[in-house]
C-alpha cells in the first residue's frame, strides 16, 4: 500500500512549456484534490474531484486542467507553463467521511517555471 | 480574501513547555476544522480535527480548542517536543463542501521546539 504518489518529485520548466504532474493513490478513495503551496499563502485548493469523471474547480484554477478517467489517477496539467506558477503541488486523496480525518496527502513535486 | 489566518508565521518554545498556535477565520459557514503538520520535503499529516458542535477535543499531548463567537481556534501541545518542530496549517471546510474534502488552508506557523 503505498498510499498516494506524485510524479516528478522535481521539474523546471521554460515559460511556454506544458507538462502533466501526476497523481496516484491506491487506497480507493473517491475524492481527490491539488493543492499548490506558496510561502506565506499556505495551500490552496486548484482542482478537486469527487469521483471518476467528476472535477470541479477550486480556488486557483487558471492555468491547470485536470481529469478523473480512474478512481486511482488525478493529473494535473499546465498547457503553458508561467513564473508565476513556480510553486510546490501536492495531491490528496480521501474517502471523504468522516469529513477531513481521512485526506492523505502525497509528497509533493516542486515546480520551477523560468 | 484570506478566510483562515494564522497570524504567527513562527513560534519557539523549550521542550517540556506549551506550545499554542492560533488560527482566526472568516467564513461563518465553516463547520469543520482540522490541523495538519508538515516536515520539510513531506505532504501535510492530519493531526486532529474539531466540528463546530465541540469547542474542544484532545489526542495526547494535542488540544484543539474552538471558540465560534470569536471565529478563533486554538492548538495546543504539551508537553512539547523537539519532534514536533514543523509546519502547522489550519484548515477548515463548510457545508456547502459536504464530505467533498474540499479544505481551506491558512499560512502555517513554524513551530520550533528548542531542546
Known amino acids: 500500500n503505498a498510499g498516494v504518489t506524485q510524479t516528478p518529485k522535481f521539474q523546471v520548466l521554460k515559460t511556454g512549456q506544458s507538462m502533466t504532474l501526476q497523481c496516484a493513490q491506491d487506497m480507493n478513495h473517491e475524492y481527490m484534490s491539488w493543492y499548490r503551496q506558496d510561502p506565506g499563502m499556505g495551500l490552496r485548493l486548484i482542482h478537486y474531484?469527487?469521483?471518476?469523471?467528476?472535477?470541479d474547480q477550486g480556488e486557483v484554477p487558471n492555468g491547470y486542467n485536470v481529469s478523473r478517467s480512474t478512481t486511482e489517477d488525478f493529473p494535473l496539467r499546465l498547457l503553458s507553463a508561467a513564473p508565476s506558477q513556480t510553486s510546490v503541488y501536492f495531491c490528496?486523496?480521501?474517502?471523504?467521511?468522516?469529513?477531513?480525518?481521512?485526506?492523505?496527502f502525497g509528497p509533493g513535486t516542486r515546480l520551477l517555471v523560468l | 480574501d484570506q478566510q483562515v489566518k494564522q497570524n504567527s508565521p513562527s513560534l519557539s518554545v523549550q521542550e517540556g513547555r506549551i506550545s499554542i498556535l492560533n488560527c482566526d477565520y472568516t467564513?461563518?459557514?465553516?463547520?469543520?476544522f482540522l490541523w495538519y503538520k508538515k516536515y520539510p520535503a513531506e505532504g501535510p499529516t492530519f493531526l486532529i480535527s474539531?466540528?463546530?458542535?465541540?469547542d474542544k477535543n484532545e489526542d495526547g499531548r494535542f488540544t484543539v480548542f474552538l471558540n465560534k463567537s470569536a471565529k478563533h481556534l486554538s492548538l495546543h501541545i504539551v508537553p512539547s517536543q523537539p519532534g514536533d518542530s514543523a509546519v502547522y496549517f489550519c484548515a477548515a471546510s463548510d457545508l456547502g463542501s459536504g464530505n467533498t474534502g474540499k479544505l481551506i488552508f491558512g499560512q502555517g506557523t513554524t513551530l520550533q521546539v528548542k531542546p
Open positions: 467564513n461563518s459557514m465553516f463547520d469543520y
Open positions: 474539531i466540528s463546530s458542535i465541540k
Open positions: 490528496a486523496s480521501s474517502t471523504g467521511l468522516p469529513r477531513g480525518e481521512t485526506q492523505y
Open positions: 474531484s469527487v469521483g471518476a469523471g467528476i472535477t
